[in-house]
């Protein structure tokens, strides 16, 4: 059974408020002093959020249908790589679609998000996700990672170059440095999104690099052509 959180009648009137009103000055000033409130997703399930993110608004209108029709789409049992988990949408969403069988590994660089995240999973009774604090890539190590737009830490990537706003320092790891994660796959078919904001060809060559690609049955990913662009890669090396 999954414990239910009942968002207040705010959180409805905040949801039509982000979502239908247009911006207008004290707009922000608001959702700054309101910081982060329970809020219903259109998914079914509550997750706490700041209305200043504008990831709050990207969740609240659905995120990706496509990736949310991949996610429901896997078989219970599955495990899934959600890679960029951010404030765990589709963390949560995999969480009840694969069943108490499934796992989800969700893996969420960010500090701030991070909490969010596990603040996020808990709050849906999320036993069969394990969050990890970490960025994936080829080699370990660390980078300086910022978001693209100001108070959108959805859109946060790997910085190349001079970074347009503040970043912060991750850890970064290949699949196979991801403590336990062997035990927690286990026979489990696998499944991966990827949401990294153009970094996806670096994710998908440490995923082809580790002993977890042999069990790969589906993978999704979020591509935008400029950004893949910024970190020197393409469409067509992603789809080679």
């Given amino acids: 059974m999954h414990q239910r959180a009942t968002p207040s009648l705010l959180s409805y009137l905040l949801r039509f408020y982000v979502c239908r009103v247009p911006p207008h000055p004290g707009r922000g000033r608001l959702f700054r002093a309101l910081g982060s409130v329970l809020m219903q997703t259109p998914f079914g399930f509550p997750l706490r959020m700041s209305p200043a993110d504008r990831s709050?608004?990207?969740?609240?209108?659905?995120?990706?249908?496509?990736?949310?029709?991949?996610?429901?789409?896997?078989?219970?049992?599955?495990?899934?790589?959600?890679?960029?988990?951010?404030?765990?949408?589709?963390?949560?969403?995999?969480s009840r679609t694969l069943g108490a069988a499934g796992r989800v590994i969700a893996l969420e660089p960010q500090a701030r998000v991070y909490a969010e995240l596990l603040h996020n999973l808990a709050l849906n009774a999320c036993r069969n996700v394990t969050p990890f604090f970490v960025a994936i890539a080829q080699q370990a190590g660390e980078a300086a990672i910022a978001p693209r737009i100001a108070r959108h830490n959805g859109t946060a990537t790997i910085v190349v170059g001079e970074a347009t706003q503040p970043s912060e320092r991750v850890r970064c790891v290949p699949f196979g440095n991801v403590e336990g994660l062997d035990a927690l796959v286990g026979g489990r078919p696998i499944a991966v999104k990827i949401d990294v904001e153009g970094y996806e060809l670096e994710v998908l060559r440490a995923l082809a690099a580790s002993p977890h690609m042999a069990r790969v049955t589906a993978i999704v990913a979020e591509?935008?052509?400029?950004?893949?662009?910024?970190?020197?890669?393409?469409r067509a090396l992603i789809e080679a």
Wanted: charged content about 10%.
């Fill in 223 to 234: 591509i935008a052509d400029a950004l893949l662009a910024a970190h020197g890669a393409s």
């Fill in 56 to 94: 709050c608004r990207y969740v609240l209108e659905g995120s990706s249908p496509r990736v949310a029709h991949f996610i429901r789409s896997l078989a219970p049992g599955t495990c899934l790589f959600d890679v960029g988990a951010n404030l765990g949408v589709f963390s949560v969403l995999a």
